[in-house]
C-alpha cells in the first residue's frame, strides 16, 4: 500500500530550505511539509532554556498533527540544543543538523577550519564534542553571526544583499588570530548556504565551505529506504507566526503548493 506520511522538515525560517534541496534530490517521491517556527525566530540570540523548552513541545504538537514518517530538524541551534529531548519524546526518527565538522577537517590541508554558526550554536558543548573527536589537529575558529540569518531571510524575501554586510558579518572570523590559514569553513546554521555566493565572495578563492544537506540527504534515503510514498496533497509550508511578503514565491519554487499558518 503506498504510504502519504511526509518527512517534516523544522527550521526556525526559510533555513532549512537548504537542508531540503539535497533530500528532495535524493527522495524526490517524499510528500514533504516544512515548518517554519517564525513566532520563535530567530533562535540563534536566545538562550539555551528556550530553545530547550519550545522546540520539543513544537514538534510534539507537530508530530500529532502531520503523522510524519521522519522528523528532520533543519536548524544546527535546535539540533545542538535539543536533539536528544526530542529523541526522548517522539516515538519516530529524527535526523539533526549538526555543525559539519567532521568533514571540514577531513578537507582541511592548512588543519585550520572555521565553525560558521549563530552564537548559541558555536558557543554548545556537542560543538566541543565534535571538535575534539574530528578536529582535534585542528585550529578551529568559530564565529556567530546573527546578521547573516536576518540576510538570508533577506535574501529568500527577494530582497538584493549587498556584498558589504555580508563581508562586515564575517569580518570578526576573518580578524581573529590563525584565520589567514583558514582553507574550510563549516557552514553551521542552516541559513547560510543561502548565502553561499555571497559567503564566496567575502572570504575569497582560498576557501572552502561544506554543510551538512548533503549527509543528511544520505540519511533520509537509508531510513526510507524499501519504504513506498504517496503525494496527494501538494506539499505544504507551515508558519507559526507571520509568513514574510515575498517568502510565498520562493516556497512555490521549492515545490510547495501552499504556505499556511500552524
Ligand atoms: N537556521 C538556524 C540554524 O541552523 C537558526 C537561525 C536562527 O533562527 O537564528 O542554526
Do not use: W
Not at 560543538?127 to 546578521?147: K, Y
Not at 531571510?153 to 584565520?179: C, H, I
Not at 555566493?197 to 543528511?216: K, N, W
Request: with cysteine.
Amino acid at each position: 500500500m503506498l504510504d502519504a506520511r511526509p518527512i517534516l522538515f523544522f527550521d526556525s525560517g526559510v533555513g532549512g530550505l537548504s537542508i531540503l534541496a539535497p533530500t528532495r534530490r535524493a527522495v524526490p517521491q517524499a510528500p514533504i511539509v516544512y515548518v517554519a517556527d517564525s513566532a520563535g525566530f530567530p533562535y540563534g540570540v536566545k538562550d539555551e532554556a528556550e530553545i530547550a523548552g519550545r522546540v520539543p513541545a513544537l514538534l510534539g504538537r507537530l508530530a500529532e498533527r502531520y503523522a510524519p514518517r521522519l522528523i528532520v530538524i533543519a536548524c544546527n541551534t535546535a539540533s545542538t540544543i535539543a536533539l536528544a529531548a526530542v529523541r526522548y519524546a517522539l516515538d519516530i526518527p529524527i535526523v539533526g543538523t549538526v555543525p559539519a565538522i567532521k568533514p571540514a577537517a577531513a578537507l582541511s590541508r592548512t588543519r585550520t577550519i572555521g565553525v560558521l554558526g549563530t552564537a548559541a550554536t558555536v558557543r554548545q558543548a556537542y560543538v566541543d564534542d565534535l571538535a575534539a573527536r574530528f578536529a582535534a589537529d585542528c585550529h578551529v575558529i568559530r564565529h556567530g553571526s546573527a546578521a547573516l540569518v536576518t540576510l538570508a531571510e533577506a535574501k529568500l524575501r527577494g530582497e538584493t544583499v549587498a556584498p558589504a554586510t555580508v563581508r562586515d558579518a564575517v569580518a570578526p572570523m576573518l580578524a581573529s588570530p590563525g584565520a589567514d590559514k583558514l582553507d574550510t569553513v563549516a557552514l553551521a546554521c542552516t541559513h547560510f548556504p543561502l548565502l553561499a555566493d555571497e559567503l564566496a565572495l567575502a572570504f575569497g578563492p582560498g576557501v572552502t565551505f561544506v554543510d551538512g544537506g548533503p549527509g543528511i540527504a544520505r540519511r533520509v534515503a537509508d531510513l526510507t529506504r524499501g519504504q513506498s510514498f504517496a503525494r496527494t496533497t501538494p506539499d505544504v509550508a507551515v508558519f507559526t507566526g507571520a509568513i514574510g511578503a515575498g517568502l510565498e514565491e520562493t516556497l512555490a519554487k521549492h515545490g510547495f503548493g501552499q504556505c499556511i499558518p500552524l
